[in-house]
């Protein structure tokens, strides 16, 4: 079992950076597939970025595209989503989660496809 932990969330104004980072609790996760959801107010939890276990393959929603990065550190069993050009509606509380399916491509973007969930880390964009 792996248990992510998230942290780097804040307040930013638009047009802004800001670099969140999952870590994992008391051993490696490099064998299991990481993805980052988030969910604002009112509105459903909806995928943001994945990346495989090898970091060989990653994965944006259409909204993260081009903006957002998703990488990983194994040595530090670390996952970090690089969030560029920040606009208001990436106002959300970001969710970092783990994977241990080995068919990966089809699932990424589905909270089924996950199993373990950190508490999540807010972020706030400023107009």
Same mark, same amino acid.
């Given at each position: 079992?792996?248990?992510?932990?998230?942290?780097?969330?804040?307040?930013?104004?638009?047009?802004?950076?800001?670099?969140?980072?999952?870590? @994992?609790?008391?051993?490696?996760?490099?064998?299991?597939?990481?993805?980052?959801?988030?969910?604002?107010?009112?509105?459903?939890?909806?995928?943001?970025? @994945?990346?495989?276990?090898?970091?060989?393959?990653?994965?944006?929603?259409?909204?993260?595209?081009?903006?957002?990065?998703?990488?990983?550190?194994?040595?530090?069993?670390?996952?970090?989503?690089?969030?560029?050009?920040?606009?208001?509606?990436?106002?959300?509380?970001?969710?970092? @989660?783990?994977?241990?399916?080995?068919?990966?491509?089809?699932?990424?973007?589905?909270?089924?496809?996950?199993?373990?969930?950190?508490?999540?880390?807010?972020?706030?964009?400023?107009?």
């Amino acid at each position: 079992q792996v248990q992510p932990v998230e942290s780097g969330g804040g307040l930013v104004q638009a047009g802004g950076s800001l670099r969140l980072s999952c870590a @994992a609790s008391g051993r490696t996760y490099s064998s299991y597939h990481m993805g980052w959801f988030r969910q604002a107010a009112g509105k459903e939890r909806e995928f943001v970025a @994945a990346i495989n276990g090898a970091g060989s393959q990653t994965y944006y929603a259409d909204s993260a595209k081009g903006r957002f990065i998703i990488s990983r550190d194994g040595a530090q069993n670390t996952v970090a989503l690089q969030m560029n050009n920040l606009k208001p509606e990436d106002t959300a509380v970001y969710y970092c @989660a783990a994977s241990k399916l080995i068919y990966f491509r089809g699932a990424y973007s589905t909270e089924g496809g996950y199993d373990y969930w950190g508490q999540g880390t807010p972020v706030t964009v400023s107009s």
